[in-house]
Every structure is written in structure tokens, then in C-alpha cells.
């Protein structure tokens, strides 16, 4: 063994001691609450690639999607007839092409009943309510309940909720909080939006 191969062995032995260290450390066996906020692409795709990953492990999980309302998008069309996926849509579309404040309320708050329901269920392994952080941002809901119901969810439920902005009180209680920042983008680049891509 060579004098880079041996510095490197022993730089990875020392890694692998405070990974360790830190595996030991964390004894605590509960749901998480997951925010994946930011301006860049990937928010969405983050969470449906981790229910993916749920629904390997045999859990069970349920979707709402608050505005991606109007396209049936490839996320849906996939997971829709998977036995232990309840996947709902409950938006007309964003918001811009809506032009209908009182509508989109109402769609807001239909969702968030449902969203309420799947809170208290502990059939529940993992929870994704996408693009809900527009709601508080635009007034369609108030953030109070929503946080009293993660709260007090099952304890081992995941959640993971999805949205540009993220209110201060869910950013409060979250355990992980990922922030995806816009460092380019293909539709500034007059590239227009594909199936499979964007949607």
C-alpha cells in the first residue's frame, strides 16, 4: 500500500468515526415534517421521488396537489392506480390562469378537509401536500389549524409539504427544511414545457 493510498484509508477511517458518532446519537423514532421550498425546480420531484421510495417499503401514502389542477400530470398518471397511493387534485390550475380568488378559496379549503382527515389517520405512513404553502401566502387558508393538526398527527407519520415560500410557523415546527435555489432555468432560455419534464 502506497503513502496516498494509506493517508486516504486513514482519512476515511476518521470520517467513518463521526458519522458514527452521530448515527449513535440519534435514538429518537418518530415522523418528520419535511418543507421543500425555494425558487428552483425539483420541490415536487423531491417529494414524489420520496413517496416512491415509501411505497418500496410497502407504506402507505396520500397526495393532495392544491393547485396543479387543470393537466393530468405524469405523477398522477402514474401513482393513481397504485393500491397504496390516495392521490387527489384539488386545484383548478395555477392561480394566474384561474383569475377566480372565491374559487380557488374553496378549493383550498376542500382540500384542506381532506388534508385535515388524512392528518389523524395513523394508516398514514407518509403525507404530501404539494404546493400548499401558496395557500397561506395568498390568505386561502389560515396557517393556525394546519399547524395544530401537524402537531398533534400520529407519531409516526411523515409529511412533506412543497411550495416557493414557506410560512414561518410550518418553518417553526419542521424537523428538515430543504431550500432549492433557481440557478437556471430551460423556460428563460425560451425552451417551453414538456410532459415528463415539467409536468
Given amino acids: 500500500m502506497n503513502d496516498s493510498e494509506i493517508r486516504h484509508r486513514e482519512k476515511m477511517r476518521r470520517k467513518k468515526a463521526v458519522i458514527d458518532g452521530r448515527i449513535a446519537k440519534s435514538t429518537e423514532t418518530r ?8 425558487n428552483g425546480k425539483g420541490k415536487s420531484s423531491s417529494a414524489f421521488g420520496t413517496m416512491a ?3 418500496g417499503h410497502g407504506q402507505r401514502a396520500g397526495l393532495i396537489q392544491f393547485i396543479k ?8 398518471l402514474f401513482f393513481r392506480d397504485h393500491p397504496n397511493v390516495d392521490f387527489y387534485i384539488m386545484g383548478h390550475g395555477f392561480t394566474w390562469e384561474t383569475q377566480d ?7 383550498a379549503q376542500q382540500a384542506w378537509a381532506i388534508a385535515g382527515r388524512m392528518l389523524r389517520d395513523p394508516g398514514y405512513d407518509l403525507l404530501v401536500f404539494d404546493e400548499m404553502s401558496y395557500m397561506f401566502k395568498y390568505g386561502y387558508l389560515d396557517v393556525s389549524p394546519v399547524v395544530t393538526a401537524l402537531r ?10 412543497t411550495g416557493r415560500t414557506m410560512h414561518r410557523e410550518l418553518m417553526e415546527i419542521a424537523d428538515t427544511i430543504s431550500d432549492i435555489a433557481d440557478l437556471e432555468h430551460a423556460f428563460r432560455k425560451g425552451v417551453k414545457a414538456q ?5
Fill in 31 to 38: 415522523g418528520v415534517l419535511i418543507l421543500l421550498k425555494g
Fill in 69 to 76: 389542477g387543470r393537466k393530468e400530470t405524469g405523477e398522477y
Fill in 152 to 161: 398533534s398527527r400520529p407519531a409516526g407519520q411523515n409529511v412533506i409539504i
Fill in 101 to 107: 380568488k372565491s374559487q380557488d378559496k374553496r378549493a
Fill in 195 to 199: 410532459p415528463g419534464i415539467e409536468w
Fill in 53 to 55: 421510495r415509501a411505497l
